[in-house]
């Protein structure tokens, strides 16, 4: 009878361990399916300026839903924002990482020590679309974890839902949602989350080549609310920039 016992415990924790085992291998494949559809960690990871323009999705009525840029180097965080609040033209120049010493806005062509919440809703902006823009990155995030969840066929799509997660902020946000993944290109084509009033969920698609076999999507089509959608025109990477983008008008 112990014996019997003891065989029957040994077959659970074997059982267990290779259910652990399989079930990490097939999100090992999942991350490597993705970073193939947008050209490869390698290419990603050299990458050092990263410049996109983009309407749609405003987090703040501080900024006016036109056209944005932002242009900023990955690996310093220095970063330059153009674009409007009200009628008036905005450039700011700050970090988004906290460090260095340039932090300068000019409004209307002049620098002003005031406009501290155009300021906040410019970093909370570039925050917002790096969450999107960045989203088959993030995988590479030590916080983030993807975890293969089921297979379904979606308008003629094999399509693997995976539920993404992070342990802290990524850009600002704690991610904890669902991301719908093609089985033949690997690339993201949808994104559900919910933030903090609403359920959003994000039809992914127009993947661009941004430089050296790079490629992110630029159009997330919310489903559910109109304002939330968010298109990214132009996304181009950089080896290098002059440096007084990042100090100059």
Request: hydrophobic content about 35%; glycine content about 8%.
């Amino acid at each position: 009878m112990i014996m019997k016992t003891v065989s029957r415990i040994l077959l659970i924790f074997t059982l267990s361990i290779f259910c652990l085992e399989h079930l990490s291998a097939q999100n090992d494949s999942l991350n490597k399916q993705i970073w193939r559809s947008i050209g490869g960690q390698g290419k990603w990871d050299s990458l050092q300026y990263l410049a996109f323009s983009a309407k749609g999705n405003m987090v703040s009525e501080e900024l006016s839903n036109e056209e944005r840029k932002f242009l900023f180097n990955r690996t310093t965080g220095e970063c330059r924002f153009d674009g409007y609040s009200g009628s008036d033209q905005v450039t700011y120049l700050f970090n988004f990482k906290g460090g260095g010493n340039t932090d300068k806005l000019f409004i209307g062509g002049k620098v002003t020590a005031d406009g501290e919440e155009v300021k906040k809703a410019i970093k909370s902006q570039l925050f917002a679309d790096l969450n999107l823009l960045l989203l088959p990155t993030l995988i590479e995030q030590k916080s983030i974890q993807l975890k293969n969840q089921e297979e379904q066929f979606i308008g003629g799509q094999k399509l693997t839902i995976a539920s993404i997660t992070s342990s802290g902020p990524i850009f600002g946000t704690r991610l904890d949602g669902l991301v719908y993944i093609d089985q033949n290109t690997g690339e993201i084509t949808r994104y559900d989350y919910s933030d903090k009033t609403e359920k959003i969920s994000y039809e992914i698609s127009k993947y661009k080549e941004i430089g050296d076999g790079i490629r992110l999507p630029s159009l997330f089509n919310s489903t559910n609310n109109d304002k939330r959608t968010c298109v990214f025109s132009s996304i181009s990477s950089f080896v290098q920039v002059e440096q007084k983008k990042f100090k100059e008008l």
